[in-house]
């Protein structure tokens, strides 16, 4: 069946470094990946999304790339900043009817 | 700006009781979930509503039962709660033809 793996639990960097992190993924459909970030006590939102393979795209400073070929799509930030402190789900959209999550990666970001 | 608003923010009961979560969104919505969040943080779907009709229920136990008196309401039941249902649960919706899902910031249960 379907199913998304994000490989890091907890990235801690220091303000200003880049960042990436991964996401990788198994389907039958058509791929249609997101990253979502949520912050703490607050609702996941919407960072990213893509169809479309070897496109980037960006938003609010994150960029990532879907490769069909091998099945990723990583998010990445050249200087990462404070506030950038989350909890980063990666989700693959299912049969068109929901979106299945991945584990999330806490992003911790120290001066 | 919050469209997906969810009641109560928390809820403290023992387990066996019954509980009941409301969830409501402002969008104009065809497509609602409720997801289960667990104390690893991991997000898993439970139910998906479109159009009243019920389309998705992944493995989840007999005594939730989602509720939906329209497009724009979509309530999720507990019938006798048990240690391990302690998670937050977040409710979401989607417009039918868009693929951003909207969510809620969540329930968050905690069974004694």
């Known amino acids: 069946g379907d199913s998304v793996t994000q490989t890091e639990g907890l990235v801690t960097l220091t303000k200003g470094l880049p960042v990436m992190l991964n996401c990788t993924y198994q389907?039958?459909?058509?791929?249609?990946l997101f990253w979502y970030v949520q912050h703490l006590n607050e609702a996941p939102k919407l960072l990213l999304k893509?169809?479309?393979?070897?496109k980037r795209t960006e938003h609010q400073g994150f960029y990532a790339t879907l490769h069909k070929s091998s099945s990723s799509f990583h998010l990445q930030k050249s200087s990462v900043q404070l506030s950038d402190s989350a909890l980063y789900f990666c989700?693959?959209?299912?049969?068109?009817?929901?979106?299945?999550f991945g584990t999330g990666t806490k992003l911790q970001v120290v001066p | 700006e919050t469209a997906v608003f969810q009641t109560p923010n928390y809820h403290v009961t023992q387990v066996g009781n019954e509980v009941s979560f409301n969830c409501k969104q402002t969008?104009?919505?065809?497509?609602m979930y409720w997801y289960k969040q667990d104390s690893k943080k991991l997000l898993k779907i439970m139910f998906s509503?479109?159009?009243?009709?019920?389309?998705v229920n992944e493995t989840v136990p007999r005594r939730f039962s989602p509720q939906s008196s329209d497009k724009a309401h979509l309530n999720l039941r507990i019938k006798s709660v048990e240690p391990e249902d302690s998670a937050v649960y977040l409710c979401?919706?989607?417009?039918?033809?868009?693929?951003?899902?909207?969510f809620g910031k969540g329930t968050r249960l905690t069974v004694v």
């Open positions: 979401a919706s989607r417009d039918r033809g868009r693929t951003e899902v909207f």
């Open positions: 509503y479109n159009n009243k009709q019920l389309i």
């Open positions: 989700a693959l959209r299912h049969s068109g009817t929901y979106q299945r």
């Open positions: 389907t039958t459909y058509s791929p249609f």
């Open positions: 893509s169809s479309t393979d070897n």
């Open positions: 969008l104009g919505h065809d497509t």
